[in-house]
């Protein structure tokens, strides 16, 4: 398995920009999907971006175009780098590590910790 932490939350004005890190160990990554989800209080846990091991994106609609996601294999990182932030942007935000462990297409999911971002004014 891969163990996640992730890094770089905080208190940011509407309008203001973070940059979320997620640093995975372990054997497996660069062969892993990697992904950023966020859980805001007393709502369901949604999906932010993912990545997959090949570079390829996906982005939920509220953040399409504020939002990128990349990912460094040499480094073991996952980044979220995170502009023009709303106050309903904010939640606690979580990394996923998905590993296929089977040719049928099962998977094993890792996740970190989770950082809070509050947009406040």
């Known amino acids: 398995q891969v163990q996640l932490v992730e890094s770089g939350g905080g208190l940011v004005r509407p309008g203001g920009s973070l940059r979320l890190s997620c640093a995975a160990s372990?054997?497996?990554?660069?062969?892993?999907?990697m992904g950023w989800y966020r859980q805001a209080p007393g709502k369901q846990r949604e999906l932010v971006a993912t990545?997959?091991?090949?570079?390829?994106?996906t982005y939920a609609d509220p953040v399409k175009s504020r939002f990128t996601i990349t990912r460094d294999n040499a480094k073991k990182t996952v980044d979220l780098p995170m502009n023009s932030l709303k106050p309903e942007d904010t939640a606690v935000y979580y990394c996923?590590?998905?590993?296929?462990?089977?040719?049928?297409?099962?998977?094993?999911?890792?996740w970190g910790q989770g950082t809070q971002v509050t947009v406040s004014s």
């Open positions: 996923r590590s998905r590993a296929v462990v089977n040719v049928e297409g099962g998977y094993v999911d890792s």
């Open positions: 990545i997959t091991s090949d570079g390829r994106t």
């Open positions: 372990g054997r497996r990554f660069s062969s892993n999907d």
